[in-house]
């Protein structure tokens, strides 16, 4: 898979550590660091992080050591880290630090289809984009010393169709890197104004070194072709879109993209060769934008932004081969054979007799309710038979989006989140519930686990009461119970009661995900 390629890549360049919040499609580059013999044995830190923010923190810090280290996310995952990322151009480097961004083109599995390149252009730092499997190999393998040159974190973006899909991938020898001296004058981690005005200029300056890179680099390649009628750009996996479509070579002059900044040199050289130019991204028109404010509009453009390609959702080979002209069938559409199956909540999981009593006791008591969803398998809530959620937005929203509306009069707000998310970002909502005495109730929904992404370990498990005790909520109105069916009288009293006290509660519903529980007892067995 692309996410191995990139995690072997990693390792065999002398990674330190990974840090990482699961979220698809970037889980597997941790899971198998985890699973990874070698990582094992050089005691490579791979033990996942509360959330994204804290995985960035933790990587910075390895590097202030002197050492290598990742930090990987979904795409979401990125606006949590964000603060850190952004601020981490500034302060610099000493060990090679690779950032991934694995973007979700068409939304497999995410609530929305942002692109992740706009962060490392926004951070001024040096990007990745591989085009495929092997790429992602080396790119890792190089990107630690590229970031320790540059002194600059490095991002690297993918996208779902290369993250999960597979292919064979060459390694080279793996590195032995022995650790940088830590920072010692430490003046350039200090962002206080002064210092921070200077770091930022020397960004500023150092950005014709990383063009330099950009145009010197074998991941941007240009492919000459006899017909100047059209220059074709294509960016990641949009290289591979396209070469799809032409086994025996593409007719057209092909600039490929795998490093930003944009190669200006190349860029102006397809231009003016060229009639017009079409641009292969997958995400937003990212370079098809900038493309506009290097060339003018003298020079015809296309892409997602004029109609060529559709704006939004994922590219494959027959949508790039319907802009070029051509009317391949390459992709077996199963769309009409299969019938469509909305996602539900498994046999057996704790969340749906959760669902059963909230939503009875709700509906039949409570008609000006309102529950605030989050993100989890419990966000499955949403559909059928439930309907039990009225929002979810992103990880943590529930807790203070119920606070918001609870200030706001809606009475009974009642918050729905899992474990994981709760100590990811719900945490600190709950302490501004507390802060003020809000009239909220939030249902942990403790499975024990990460389930959505899999099953990854939840970083409070075992300590959710002493948390919630922690922040400040009364013990009296942390109640826990089991939720299975010889238990619901209990559970509807627990509820009545706590929608009842008007003050902060939080009723944790716990019982082991079923699909863990299975998995275990298969490896017991
Ligand atoms: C910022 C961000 N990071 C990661 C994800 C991926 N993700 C979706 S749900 C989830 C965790 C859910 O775990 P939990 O809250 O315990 O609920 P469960 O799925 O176990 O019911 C994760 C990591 C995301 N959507 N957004």
Redesign the pocket.
């Known amino acids: 898979m692309g996410d191995e390629a990139l995690a072997q890549g990693a390792l065999d360049a002398g990674l330190s550590g990974v840090y990482a ?4 499609p970037s889980t597997e580059i941790t899971e198998y660091i985890q699973a990874a013999p070698e990582a094992r044995e050089r005691k490579v830190h791979n033990r996942w992080s509360a ?2 923010k804290t995985a960035m923190e933790a990587a910075l810090g390895m590097s202030f050591a002197g050492k290598r280290a990742l930090v990987c ?2 795409h ?2 990125m ?2 880290a964000a603060d850190c990322f952004v601020n981490a151009a500034i302060t610099g480097v000493r060990g090679g630090l690779i950032v991934v961004a694995a973007d979700d083109p068409g939304m497999h599995s ?2 929305n289809e942002q692109d992740s390149r706009f962060y490392g252009d926004f951070a001024l730092i040096p990007m990745y984009e591989p085009s495929n499997q092997q790429e992602a190999y080396e790119m890792a393998y190089r990107g630690f010393d590229f970031s320790e040159q540059t002194g600059e974190p490095v991002l690297m973006r993918l996208v779902t169709r290369l993250a999960h899909s597979r292919s064979g991938v060459i390694r080279h020898e793996p590195q032995t890197v022995p650790a940088l001296p830590a920072v010692s004058d430490a003046s350039q981690f200090v962002l206080l104004p002064g210092i921070a005005r200077r770091r930022y200029r020397a960004l500023l300056e150092k950005q014709t070194e990383l063009l330099k890179a950009s145009e010197e680099s074998p991941y941007n390649l240009y492919t000459d072709g006899l017909d100047k009628s059209l220059g074709i750009i294509a960016c990641g996996i949009g290289y591979n879109y396209l070469m799809e479509n032409y086994p025996d070579g593409c007719p057209y002059p092909v600039l490929k993209i795998g490093q930003y900044p944009l190669p200006r040199r190349q860029l102006t050289k397809i231009a003016a060769e060229c009639d017009s130019l079409l641009v292969i991204e997958d995400g937003q028109p990212f370079v098809e934008k900038q493309l506009k404010g290097y060339l003018g509009n003298a020079l015809r453009i296309k892409g997602r932004m004029d109609g060529t390609l559709p704006p939004d959702g994922e590219l494959n080979p027959d949508i790039v081969a319907h802009a070029l002209g051509m009317d391949n069938q390459s992709v077996f559409d199963a769309s009409p054979l299969v019938e469509m199956r909305p996602p539900a909540l498994c046999e057996g999981c704790g ?1 749906r007799d959760m669902y059963t009593i909230l939503t009875k006791v709700l509906r039949e008591e409570y008609p000006e309710h309102r529950v605030f969803g ?5 966000t499955l809530g949403a559909g059928a038979p439930f309907h039990a959620i009225h929002s979810c937005v ?2 943590g929203a529930s807790i203070t989006m119920a606070k918001g509306a609870s200030d706001a009069g809606i009475y009974p707000a009642v918050a729905v ?6 100590t ?1 970002s719900g945490m600190t909502g709950l302490l501004d519930c507390v802060n003020e005495q809000a009239d909220v109730t939030v249902i942990i ?1 403790d ?1 024990e ?5 899999g099953g990854q370990d ?1 970083a409070g498990t075992g300590r959710l009461e002493s948390i919630c005790a922690g922040i400040g909520v009364a013990p009296e109105h942390i109640r826990v119970v089991v939720p299975l069916k010889k238990n619901y009288e209990e559970m509807e009293n627990i509820l009545r009661e706590e929608l009842n006290y008007h003050g902060v509660s939080v009723i944790i519903p716990r019982r082991e ?1 079923i699909q863990t529980l299975v998995r275990k007892k298969r490896n017991n067995k």
């Open positions: 919040y699961p979220g698809t959330n994204e996310m979904k979401v995952g606006n949590v995410s609530q969340h989050d993100i989890g398998c419990y992103d990880m989140i899992g474990d994981s998310t709760f990811h929904s499975n686990t990460t389930a959505m992404t939840s995900c």
